[in-house]
């Protein structure tokens, strides 16, 4: 509608400027005296002549009489032309006069044509000047509509593709439902969403997959370890030579699974950013099998658990004990003592071994990823259980602190409790 109207306004003013220019242009130039007026002239000139010093213009016509020798006798103003030379350039309107009807001079009627002329001339030109500034001011109109509603949205939907393109999904597009292209905007932002979406799910999937290579990579470590282990003790109790060349080409088999298996279990995790935690309420007598399994060759002695509800998550607490039993046997190869008691708002777990620890200024770069202690330099491992395991304990709202006992190395671990009791 806006735009009808303004096409209207722009019409009309261009048919005006017609107008004013057809009429212009198709005018008289040529307008002729009041003839009447012209009469009374020269009766009142003829009678007045022997006194023309008292002679009074009774018309609306200005005009000057002349005797025969061009003397002026009479005029009723100055730009009155004061020759016949100069009133037959002018085109006045040269009649002749005398006393009783005889010639004695002229009369020189001022022709207004040209005056009038002028003054239309002006008109018409301050008329054209207004419509053209009209007309001006309509197209401006329009023009700052068409940049409002045409350009400028279409410039959002440039800057809104560039920032899709370079993976901004976040930020909507701004819609004006009033605008020509409301609908196409809609539109545009429905497709961000939906390759928002897309995205996500993408992302979840990537991150579902790595995070199961990064799980199995892991739980097939145990069952790797229990291989070996199981493995050296055949070697150590074997007699004959083909059952120890059997045990020993079993042994390095698995080492050679243990390697690849780390070497997944690092890409894997580099590429993930978060492994995820899902704490929730449960008792503390789930912690008992958590141990016996993480314990797979029977070192430790389980301790009473006492009884509360914890805020923990199975599956990763599971791990985090698996990787501390884990370092346990490949640094220490000792016994393991565990204990269990209540402290604050945490259930603690200590679990000591006797290998002698590790060097006090190494202590803090245990829980680093990649970080060993250099008495593990000869020995096989990513440096990550125990940076996983912190991370897992955090994610709990728990702890895990790293410090060497009396006989060995000591890990404290913080499970958080809830403040109701146990059903």
Same mark, same amino acid.
């Given at each position: 509608?806006?735009?009808?109207?303004?096409?209207?306004?722009?019409?009309?003013?261009?048919?005006?400027?017609?107008?004013?220019?057809?009429?212009?242009?198709?005018?008289?130039?040529?307008?002729?005296?009041?003839?009447?007026?012209?009469?009374?002239?020269?009766?009142?000139?003829?009678?007045?002549?022997?006194?023309?010093?008292?002679?009074?213009?009774?018309?609306?016509?200005?005009?000057?009489?002349?005797?025969?020798?061009?003397?002026?006798?009479?005029?009723?103003?100055?730009?009155?032309?004061?020759?016949?030379?100069?009133?037959?350039?002018?085109?006045?309107?040269?009649?002749?006069?005398?006393?009783?009807?005889?010639?004695?001079?002229?009369?020189?009627?001022?022709?207004?044509?040209?005056?009038?002329?002028?003054?239309?001339?002006?008109?018409?030109?301050?008329?054209?000047?207004?419509?053209?500034?009209?007309?001006?001011?309509?197209?401006?109109?329009?023009?700052?509509?068409?940049?409002?509603?045409?350009?400028?949205?279409?410039?959002?939907?440039?800057?809104?593709?560039?920032?899709?393109?370079?993976?901004?999904?976040?930020?909507?597009?701004?819609?004006?439902?009033?605008? !020509?292209?409301?609908?196409? &905007?809609?539109? /545009?932002?429905?497709?961000?969403? $939906? @390759?928002? #979406?897309?995205?996500?799910?993408? =992302?979840?999937?990537?991150?579902?997959?790595?995070?199961?290579?990064?799980?199995?990579?892991?739980?097939?470590?145990?069952?790797?370890?229990?291989?070996?282990?199981?493995?050296?003790?055949?070697?150590?109790?074997?007699?004959?030579?083909?059952?120890?060349?059997?045990?020993?080409?079993?042994?390095?088999?698995?080492?050679? !699974?243990?390697?690849?298996? &780390?070497?997944? /279990?690092?890409?894997?995790?580099? $590429? @993930?950013? #978060?492994?995820?935690?899902?704490? =929730?309420?449960?008792?503390?007598?789930?912690?008992?099998?958590?141990?016996?399994?993480?314990?797979?060759?029977?070192?430790?002695?389980?301790?009473?658990?006492?009884?509360?509800?914890?805020?923990?998550?199975?599956?990763?607490?599971?791990?985090?004990?698996?990787?501390?039993?884990?370092?346990?046997?490949?640094?220490?190869?000792?016994?393991?003592?565990?204990?269990?008691?209540?402290?604050?708002?945490?259930?603690? @777990?200590?679990?000591?071994?006797?290998?002698?620890?590790?060097?006090?200024?190494?202590?803090?770069?245990?829980?680093?990823?990649?970080?060993?202690?250099?008495?593990?330099?000869?020995?096989?491992?990513?440096?990550?259980?125990?940076?996983?395991?912190?991370?897992?304990?955090?994610?709990?709202?728990?702890?895990?602190?790293?410090?060497?006992?009396?006989?060995?190395?000591?890990?404290?671990?913080?499970?958080?409790?809830?403040?109701?009791?146990?059903?």
């Amino acid at each position: 509608m806006k735009i009808r109207v303004l096409l209207c306004c722009v019409l009309l003013c261009f048919l005006a400027e017609a107008a004013v220019l057809f009429l212009f242009v198709n005018r008289e130039t040529d307008i002729p005296q009041d003839a009447v007026a012209v009469n009374e002239i020269v009766k009142t000139v003829e009678a007045d002549w022997y006194r023309l010093d008292s002679h009074r213009n009774h018309t609306a016509l200005d005009y000057a009489v002349l005797d025969e020798s061009g003397r002026v006798l009479f005029q009723t103003a100055e730009h009155i032309s004061s020759s016949i030379h100069a009133a037959i350039r002018h085109r006045d309107t040269i009649l002749a006069a005398g006393p009783d009807g005889k010639k004695a001079g002229s009369i020189v009627i001022y022709n207004t044509a040209q005056d009038a002329f002028a003054a239309q001339k002006q008109a018409a030109g301050r008329l054209a000047a207004v419509l053209i500034l009209v007309q001006a001011a309509v197209i401006a109109v329009h023009a700052v509509y068409l940049e409002q509603r045409f350009v400028k949205p279409f410039q959002r939907l440039k800057h809104f593709a560039q920032r899709v393109a370079g993976g901004c999904l976040d930020l909507p597009l701004e819609m004006d439902r009033g605008n !020509i292209f409301g609908a196409f &905007t809609e539109s /545009f932002d429905i497709m961000r969403t $939906e @390759l928002k #979406q897309a995205r996500m799910a993408e =992302a979840e999937a990537d991150a579902e997959k790595k995070e199961l290579v990064a799980k199995l990579s892991h739980d097939i470590k145990t069952p790797v370890a229990s291989i070996q282990a199981a493995s050296e003790l055949g070697l150590a109790l074997s007699e004959g030579e083909r059952m120890k060349e059997n045990y020993t080409q079993i042994i390095r088999k698995a080492e050679q !699974i243990n390697t690849l298996v &780390t070497g997944l /279990f690092t890409a894997a995790l580099e $590429e @993930l950013r #978060q492994l995820p935690v899902v704490p =929730a309420e449960t008792g503390s007598r789930v912690l008992g099998e958590l141990l016996e399994n993480a314990d797979y060759l029977h070192r430790a002695r389980m301790p009473e658990i006492p009884g509360c509800v914890l805020y923990a998550d199975p599956f990763r607490l599971q791990q985090v004990l698996d990787n501390i039993f884990s370092n346990s046997y490949k640094y220490a190869g000792t016994d393991i003592r565990v204990q269990a008691y209540a402290e604050n708002r945490y259930l603690i @777990l200590e679990i000591e071994d006797s290998g002698g620890g590790v060097q006090q200024d190494e202590i803090p770069l245990l829980k680093e990823k990649f970080r060993r202690g250099s008495n593990a330099q000869h020995m096989e491992g990513a440096g990550l259980g125990l940076y996983i395991s912190d991370y897992f304990m955090r994610e709990m709202d728990g702890t895990l602190d790293v410090q060497n006992g009396k006989d060995g190395l000591r890990v404290r671990i913080g499970i958080a409790r809830c403040s109701r009791q146990p059903s």
